[in-house]
């Protein structure tokens, strides 16, 4: 009987031996969706565009400690200092401000990446969208529209950039070249013509919808693109669409452009948005994935007494960065006109006088960003955040383009193009909001005065917005302007290619680098 | 007569060898190595039939011999075994045959284990020696005092002349005259060798051999004897680990043999410890695959030391390859106690030891750190009326108590043995107190039953309970230490100036206060999130509460002679819930907490494991043959779950979900890992004589984490030995043992893998946009590109190694040299930014190869007077290179300030530290002299090259041990050469932040001063990234020094005890190393931060206390 069992039992463990099939190691993945069936239906196209707009709010929000696009953008201007806890705090973002940064600024490295990854978002969306998708047209268009406008970005942070519209699958190194400026300026433009055929009208968006992308928006960055290329006829002429469009106009009270009421608002044409409602605490996220503004935060006037009783102005203390310069400060108190100026910035003066107090050096810091003028665009008003925690729960969006902007892109154009009388009722319409309704002084000037005083215009309506770099680059200014801050000709109107970059792309090698930065 | 044809040889016939004490059997119990050896045919169940008609007594013991598990012990020269006899009997037992057999022939025997010893009754073997000669008489005992019965006793001169000790130890012996010399001997021990010197009582106390040749060591699925092992395996002893002062059994294999670096990841009780074998094999997770009892499990960190029995390490592919998976960073397989059959015992250990910090650290005090700043350009005006100097290390540390008790009952009977045991471990830090305290307790069942005489059952089950609370550490923003390190020595720990107090409660804030209601010190110069650390000791709430159960149960089947088939099945279990809050605190704008929040995680893993293997074992003539074969199924599931609330109130108690009305700040968070394996194997294993050896195997594994295409692996491995001294041309006299052997074999690892590789998902975790009213959309995206090609991470090792014993195996030594090879390693490297990824795939990236020489050796030996001593030594070399990356990229590992700081190139060592290199201080400028690594005549960022590596060149530890009557001394050292660490807690971005003091005493101070340090500089790149802050940490460190006394057991026997020993101790007491951060062994959990000192908790030293109660 003994030896009878046990057979049996010795049996059926050689039969189980080899009776596991393959089968068990088939897994399902958790949460996720497989590619193949995805992008088949209008919620999940929507869900994908999505996608890309939220890579937008990451990589201007921050992408990971603090390398926001828009610090990139704001920080090599002469419109303002890092500034921080002190002229050491956030080394690579104060290496943007005084032109110390090298190859493996690790801000530069992950702006790099914030843009392709909305190209690679939006590939993905225009090459894998089903058919049957019945607004695939105009998630397309959107996609397109992201596509131009992040190599836009890169061509004019970089020059030559890699260049792609589909990567292949299954493969983790692609060798990608630099590719020329010029031919990639012809892609952007042709996606931003699709997106224009197809995109709706801001005032055809539905409502809660309106900062979507609208054809206003792709018209006024193809007139950007053109401007950049000084294709000034072929520039006006975008813009010319937007502005005949009557879908856009200014923001009366220009101190209110940058709060919650605006957003989507009438001035606005292409947005960053952020919300104060999802409640965060000072657990994060910290990466940049927080559907908050952090960068207030961090753009607020410096406590540790440094600043105190900013609530007599109406604002809270911050992390100190992005400091006016006096340049720009004085420049602002001088000619900006009483309203641009008040809420661009406030003097040291009058925060002192309203009943604010400041203490440096003192205070907690030794701090040397400071030159007099505490910054209020962009700045932490109490009234923008929410609870719990307030410091992490800023709203305030980034503008990316306004209509003042596209106004003063339109006069330049005109006025490149030889056509200053078309230019000049559009500045006119800036000023005006601005409070200044004798133009006697100006209107008359005509040719390179008329561009002079445009510049100047550009000064006090778009400070610390993030365009003075951009603009002296492409003007020709910026050696002027900046040479004192370290700016050097020929080497920092690009940043370099990232180290990183040049390490793992096979397509580029330290030879490729932009001049002056290996 | 052919059996043993001197009785001289009796202990150099290893391979003939059984096991003559308890020990071996327990050793053979322990490892449960009973499902496949049939170890446990004791007299009472052996019943024996035989008719034999004038047969001689040896023809018919080896015919007993065949046809039962005992072996027979005799001196040929005394025993007649060639007298004829008859025999006849039916199912009786072997006392009954052995009286029958020798009731006419004149002989005594004595059964011991499955041994049977024969002598002659005293008187005959004097009568066959003249009568006018000098006559011995005397005991035989052993070390502790106990008689061993059956010591043979020769007659140097005349080796016809000999006897045996009877079973109370005594002997009587003739010999020539009082001049002779006698032989004592007896396997297990020493030989001894006495000069009568006229005396006529000669007592003599055997001293166990250090090193018995019979021992066997577990190998994978099954255990071999030591002799005939094959494969490069090293062995920790009970008595070893018992010793370790940690609750972690990681740390007693520290220094204990060659080729195995132990990587504390922090000092704190309760902080993770990673294993290296033969260096750093993969490139994220080298952690060697742990085996107990049998069962896979993700640590050992919950085992009390005491319940161990032994623990070994497959460092060889060889070994290590009948576990294919995982097993290329090298086995670590541990053996728990359990009971011995027929021996009741009650074991009581007791710990007792104050912790204090350690430190090489020092870092500038107030003046010091006036000068610094100064001379660095800022302003250091101290607030008027303070002359604080406060030394932060010291603030933050204490002595600390730790406490250890483990209590075991065990015993047995012929059918079945068991074992009970709890524990208790309590220690608090050295940083930290009680709030940094570490609790746990364990409980062990262990059994093992003879149901049936083809049947074995047995379980092994571990529960244990540990509770942690955990300090930030490891990082430079906010960890305790690093606050520490870093925090300005003006800086009150308790606040003196209230009106700093009040301006922060006037802002609506809450200033941090203890338990008495101080307020904790403000930062006086200082920005940033660095504070107060020893606020943070006494708010820090984040527990750690682990469960965890490990239970095997198996079956063992023995259908015929020599196969057994087992299945076992296993359970990991484990469950982690982590508790953090905060209180509302503010120190300054970047480091304030304005809500209370709670947050629970919740893990849970489960993993199942069942195998089934068969083995069989023949023996023909001089050819011995072992079969293997079985398979493996496991199955693996981790379930997480998140919670966050806000509090109702601050406080503990109020740290739980249900009771704030403030719902919008909850969160919840979740998600599930799961994946199977399966695997078959085999080996082969021949001897033949004993001396030569083959071995081969094969694995064959599959994995659910694996592309489809990739999912299965084979991994082969062969292994051969020689053992040289059992050849009859061996006549080095001294060398007693002496075996070559070599090895190769292949292993995979898919530590490292992220499933799916090969499939393209879109996913809408954390991806949401909001509109214009704050209301948000759901997103989604691919964040992963996919990678098809991705497979088995496989290293192949060849291993040629020696053992050799001499001088009676007094002396043993052991060398081994291995290179092993780890191709496509398994990574998620970060992809090129312009390929716009936000995760990275796994993919198998480079190759890393490992190789050194490992010596061991080992001397022991007694006086006559009855010291005992023994040292042993053991010292490997390390050399690691990336010799391959894929596509000739390099691959960065981790960051520090934003930088990439280690890196994977090939050419250099895994994950070594790149920055500037500088080349002494510019004796003008004080500016350190940067070196122009590309020559192009500008110092840039290409610049940065190799400044070090956490990997050392050298790994060695060595023990010391005497024993002197009831005394016993052991000192236990182990250090590490050629390994660097790099300073990475500074920070730069704040300028005011404390530096080191040879910042201060080496800096350059003025034109032509030729200083080892800079000028004063808070900022620089080519100070904090450079080699200036990359320091040697070769270190030796004194693990212990253990001075023991056991009580004379005629005391403790009055009181029913069978033994006490008490023992003092001082362990990690003594360090020297040259790194002038915490510690040298800056560990770190992330396996690429490896070395990278981000102002760790150092290694505490102890004072010990312990007491262990035999009953």
Redesign the interface.
């Known amino acids: 009987m ?2 009878i069992a ?2 049996y ?2 049996l059926l ?2 039969i ?3 009776a ?1 099939s ?1 089968d ?4 399902d ?8 069936d ?2 088949t239906t209008e919620e ?1 196209a ?10 937008l ?1 990451v990589g201007y929000n921050n992408y990971g ?1 603090w ?1 926001s696009i828009f610090f990139a953008k704001v920080l090599p201007g002469d419109d303002v200092n890092t500034g ?9 973002l104060q290496q943007l401000n005084n032109f110390t940064l ?3 600024n ?2 530069i ?1 992950d702006v ?2 914030s ?7 939006s590939n ?1 969306i225009i090459n894998k969208i089903s058919e049957d998708v019945s607004i695939k047209d105009h998630i397309i268009a959107e996609a397109k529209f992201f596509r131009a406008y992040a190599y836009f970005e890169l061509v004019t942070m970089w020059g030559d ?2 260049y792609y519209t589909e ?1 292949p ?6 060798e ?1 070249p630099r590719v020329s400026k010029s031919d990639i300026y012809g892609h952007i433009e042709s996606d931003l013509q699709d997106a224009i055929d197809e995109l709706p009208l801001k005032s055809d968006l539905p409502l ?4 979507r992308i609208s054809k206003g928006a792709a018209q006024a960055l193809l007139g950007k693109v053109h401007l950049y290329q000084q294709e000034y006829t072929l520039a006006h002429q975008a813009f010319n669409q937007v502005i005949t469009s009557d879908e856009y106009s200014l923001t009366p009270d220009y101190g209110t452009i940058w709060l919650k009421e605006e ?2 608002g009438v001035e606005t044409l292409f947005e960053v ?7 965060h ?3 994060g ?1 910290w990466d940049g ?1 927080a ?1 908050s503004n952090f960068l207030v935060q961090l753009m607020g006037p ?4 440094s600043f105190n009783n900013l609530d007599v102005i109406g604002y809270t ?3 100190g960065f992005n400091v006016p310069t006096k340049k720009f400060g004085d420049l602002l108190n001088a000619e900006a006109g009483a309203e641009r100026a008040i809420t661009s910035v406030i003097s040291e003066a009058d925060f002192e006088t309203a009943g604010g107090e400041v203490n440096n ?1 003192g205070g ?3 701090w040397d960003a400071y030159e007099g003028y505490i910054r209020l665009k962009y700045c932490t008003r109490p009234s923008e955040t929410g ?5 992490v729960n800023w ?1 305030t969006p980034f503008k990316l383009i306004r209509y003042a902007d596209v106004l003063l892109m339109a006069a330049e154009a005109y006025n490149k193009d030889n056509q200053d009388g078309s230019a000049i009722p559009l500045i006119k319409e800036v000023r005006e909001r601005a409070g200044f309704d004798d133009h006697s002084a100006w209107e008359n000037l005509t040719g390179d005065n008329l561009f002079e005083f445009i510049v100047n215009e550009r000064s006090l309506e778009l400070a610390f917005e993030g365009h003075r770099f951009g603009d002296l680059v492409r003007w020709g200014k910026a050696a002027t302007e900046l040479s004192t801050r370290g700016f050097e000709v020929n080497k920092h109107e690009l940043f370099p290619i ?4 040049i ?4 397509g580029i090698s ?1 030879e490729d680098q932009n001049p002056g ?2 | 007569m052919k059996k043993n044809p001197q009785m001289w040889a009796w202990d150099c016939h290893a391979f003939k060898k059984i096991y003559l004490r308890m020990r071996m059997i327990l050793v053979l119990l322990l490892i449960g190595a009973s499902q496949l050896w049939a170890s446990d045919s004791f007299s009472q169940d052996t019943k024996v039939t035989m008719t034999k008609d004038n047969a001689t007594v040896a023809h018919i013991l080896d015919e007993l011999e065949q046809n039962t598990n005992f072996t027979f012990l005799y001196n040929q020269e005394l025993i007649d075994s060639d007298q004829i006899v008859s025999l006849n009997v039916n199912n009786q037992t072997i006392e009954e045959v052995l009286d029958q057999l020798f009731e006419s022939a004149g002989i005594n025997y004595r059964i011991i284990d499955q041994q049977i010893i024969l002598t002659t009754p005293a008187n005959l073997v004097n009568a066959t020696i003249q009568q006018d000669k000098f006559k011995v008489t005397g005991m035989v005992t052993d070390e502790m005092g106990d008689p061993i019965p059956g010591v043979t006793i020769v007659e140097e001169d005349n080796i016809m002349n000999g006897t045996i000790t009877a079973v109370d130890g005594t002997y009587i012996i003739t010999v020539q005259s009082g001049d002779a010399i006698l032989n004592f001997s007896f396997v297990g021990y020493q030989k001894q060798q006495i000069q009568v010197a006229g005396r006529s009582t000669i007592n003599i106390t055997l001293v166990e051999e250090a090193f018995d040749m019979d021992e066997v060591v577990v190998v994978g699925y099954g255990v071999q004897k030591k002799s005939v092992v094959t494969a490069a395996i090293s062995s920790v002893k009970a008595e070893e680990l018992e010793k370790v002062s940690n609750g972690r059994v990681e740390h007693a294999i520290q220094g204990r043999t060659a080729g195995v670096a132990v990587l504390p990841t922090s000092g704190a009780p309760g902080a993770g410890v990673k294993i290296r074998i033969r260096g750093t094999g993969s490139n994220g997770n080298s952690n060697p695959l742990y085996i107990v009892d049998g069962m896979k499990t993700g640590g050992i960190d919950d085992l009390d030391p005491n319940d161990i029995a032994s623990m070994e390490i497959l460092k060889d592919a060889a070994s290590a390859a009948i576990y294919g998976t995982e097993g290329a960073n090298g086995v670590v397989l541990i053996s728990t106690k359990s009971g011995k059959k027929g021996k009741t015992q009650i074991q009581y250990n007791f710990q007792y030891g104050v912790q204090t910090l350690s430190t090489n650290a020092e870092m500038m005090n107030a003046a010091q750190y006036k000068t610094f700043m100064e001379e660095a350009g ?2 250091v005006t101290p607030p008027a009326g303070e002359n604080y100097d406060t030394d932060w290390l010291d603030e933050i540390s204490e002595a600390a108590p730790m406490q250890r008790h483990n209590l075991s009952f065990s015993g047995g009977n012929d059918k079945s043995t068991y074992l009970l045991s709890g524990s208790y471990l309590k220690q608090d830090g050295a940083i930290g107190g009680e709030d940094a305290r570490f609790e746990r307790f364990t409980f062990r069942i262990n059994t093992k039953h003879e149901m ?1 005489k ?2 074995e059952v047995g379980n092994n089950l571990n529960f244990s309970h540990s509770k942690r609370d955990a300090l930030p550490e490891d990082d430079e923003y906010r960890s305790i230490v690093n606050s520490a390190l870093l925090m300005d020595p003006y800086t009150p720990v308790i606040e003196s100036d209230m009106s700093r107090i009040q ?1 922060i409660i006037d802002e609506g804030n809450t200033p941090l206060q203890n338990s008495k209601g101080q307020y904790y010190g403000l ?1 006086r ?1 200082v ?2 999130e660095t504070s107060n650390p020893v606020a943070f000791i006494e708010n820090t709430n984040d527990t750690y509460k682990t469960d965890k159960l490990l239970a095997s149960f198996y079956g063992t ?1 023995k ?1 015929i002679e020599g196969l057994n ?1 087992t ?1 076992r099945a296993g359970l990991e279990l484990t469950y982690v819930t982590r508790n953090r809050w ?1 209180p509302k605190y503010y120190f ?3 480091r ?4 209370n ?1 709670v ?1 629970d995680d919740i893990d849970k893993y489960y993993k199942v494991l069942w195998e ?1 293997f ?1 083995s069989y074992n023949k023996k023909i003539n001089n050819h011995d043959i072992t079969g293997l ?3 493996s ?1 496991e ?1 693996y599931t981790h379930p997480n779950y998140y919670l ?1 609330s ?1 509090m109702p109130k601050q406080g503990s108690q109020y740290a739980y979900h249900d009771y704030s009305v ?1 719902k ?2 909850n969160r919840v968070g979740g ?8 695997s ?1 194997f085999g080996r082969l294993s021949y001897n033949y004589a004993g001396k030569y050896m083959l071995e081969a195997s094969l694995r064959r594994d ?4 694996l592309p ?1 295409d990739n ?1 299965w692996g084979t991994f082969p491995a062969v292994s051969g030995g020689w053992l040289l001294s059992e050849e009859d041309f061996w006549s080095v006299e001294n060398i007693d043992y002496l075996k070559v052997r070599a090895s190769w074999g292949q292993n995979g690892s898919i530590l490292n893998v992220t ?2 590789a ?25 964040e992963s ?5 991705m497979g088995w991470e496989r290293s192949e090792q060849t291993n040629i190694g020696i053992d050799l014993r001499a001088f009676s195996s007094k002396l043993t030594f052991s060398v081994d040299y291995y290179k092993k090879i780890t191709k496509d390693l398994i990574f998620n ?10 995760e990275y ?1 796994s ?1 198998n990236i480079g190759t890393v190869e490992n190789q050194g020489w490992e010596f061991e050796t080992g001397y022991r030996n007694s006086t006559s007077g009855g010291l005992k001593y023994g040292v042993t030594l053991n010292l490997s070399t390390l050399k690691n290179e990336v010799t391959y990356v ?2 000739n ?2 691959v ?1 590992g981790a960051n520090v ?4 700081m280690t890196w994977f190139e090939q050419g250099q060592p895994i994950w070594y530290f790149k920055g500037y290199k500088t080349n002494g201080i510019d004796e003008a400028t004080g500016e350190p002299i940067v070196v122009d690594v590309n020559n ?1 005549g500008e110092i ?3 610049d ?1 090259t190799y400044l070090g590596d956490p990997h050392p060149d050298l790994l060695y530890g060595a023990t010391f041990n005497l024993e002197y009557k009831n005394l016993d001394f052991n000192m236990f050292m182990q250090g590490m050469a050629g390994n660097e660490v790099f300073m990475a807690w500074f920070r ?4 005011l932040t404390n530096k080191p003091k040879f910042f201060y005493t080496d800096r350059w101070t003025g034109p032509g001063d030729n200083a080892s340090m800079p000028k004063p500089d ?2 620089s ?1 080519y100070i904090y990234r450079s080699d200036l802050v990359v320091q040697d940490a070769s270190y030796l460190r004194i693990k212990q020094i253990q001075l023991g006394y056991t009580l004379p057991k005629s005391i403790i026997s009055k009181v029913g005890l069978e033994r006490v020993r008490a023992y003092v101790s001082l362990d990690d007491y003594f360090t020297f190393t040259k790194y002038e951060g915490m510690d040298p062994e800056a560990g770190s959990d992330e396996d690429n931060r490896q070395g990278i000192d981000k102002g760790l908790y150092p290694t505490t030293k102890k004072v010990m206390f312990g007491l262990s109660v035999n009953f």
């Open positions: 003994k030896k046990y057979k039992i010795s463990l050689v189980f031996l080899v596991c393959d068990v190691l088939e897994k993945p958790i949460g996720r969706f497989a590619s193949e995805y992008l999940e929507e869900l994908a565009i999505i996608g890309v707009y939220d890579y709010s400690d390398s921080g806890g002190s002229s050491a705090d956030q080394p690579k090298e190859y493996d690790p801000a490295t790099w990446h843009f392709y990854r909305i190209v690679n978002s993905n950039v890699p990567l699958a299954g493969q983790l190194t692609v990608l809660e919808e309106k900062y957003r989507a948005m952020y919300t104060s409602q999802n409640s605490d000072w657990g996220p994935t559907e410096r406590g540790d007494d203390n911050g992390w050096p907690n810091n030794n609870p719990p925690v307030t410091e709203s990232p180290k990183r970059e390490d793992l792309n096979p330290i930065y290996n | 800022e302003t049936k083809w049947l301006d930062n110069f920005t940033g089947l259908p088939i299945s905060s300054s704008s970047e304030s907490n304005s809500t929040i947050e089934n068969a074969v079985g398979m199924y199955e966050k806000q403030e919008n700040t998600t599930l890992e799961e994946n199977t394996k399966v078959y599959g994995a659910s984490v489809s999912r499933p799916f090969d499939k393209e998902f879109w996913t809408s975790e954390g991806i949401m946009y909001p509109n214009e009213s704050e209301v948000l959309s759901q997103g989604a995206r691919i590109p996919t990678n098809s090609a490297p970060m992809l090129q930014g312009s390929m716009g990824v936000y795939p993919d894929r596509n990229t390099t960065a300030r934003g930088y990439d192009d840039t960022a290409s940065q730069t971005d704040r300028k808070n900022e790149d």
